[in-house]
């Protein structure tokens, strides 16, 4: 009974130690906030938006207005997830986007939208692995 007790102590010792050798650090394999302006990131989400605006039955072009969100999972590849507010422009779909385009004045209410975009570039392009938007 007694050499039990003394392992459970050294147990609760080293767990002790170990959790204040990392306080508040990342947890391996957890969604982690990025910056939206990094390359991959940009990149990741112009993809989601262009699957969206294919997606989307109408004749105008979404944009995004403002990421609220963007973060980053490791998952046998990447998984970009991002929560955004989406506009319609007055774009039309089939033209080409220039930044008239861009700054268009929004022709419909916002959205806000999530994406999943999967990278895994072994495999080819990424995938849009999720698309939910509400207005």
């Known amino acids: 009974m007694m050499w039990s007790s003394a392992a459970l102590i050294v147990v609760l010792a080293l767990a002790t130690a170990c959790s ?33 605006n294919t997606m989307v039955n109408g004749e105008y072009i979404f944009k995004v207005g403002r990421v609220i969100k963007a973060q980053t999972q490791i998952v046998e590849g990447i998984m970009y997830r991002f929560e955004v507010e989406m506009a319609g422009t007055n774009c039309r ?30 495999l080819g392009q990424p995938i849009v692995y999720k698309a939910f938007c509400k207005q």
């Not at 220039?98 to 916002?110: G, I, K, L």
């Open 20 to 52: 204040a050798a990392r306080p508040g650090g990342p947890i391996v394999g957890a969604p982690t906030g990025v910056n939206v302006n990094t390359p991959e990131v940009r990149e990741a989400l112009k993809f989601a938006v262009e699957e969206f």
């Open 93 to 122: 779909k089939g033209t080409e986007v220039t930044p008239t385009c861009d700054n268009a004045e929004p022709a419909s209410r916002p959205y806000t939208c999530n994406f999943e975009v999967w990278s895994r570039p072994w």
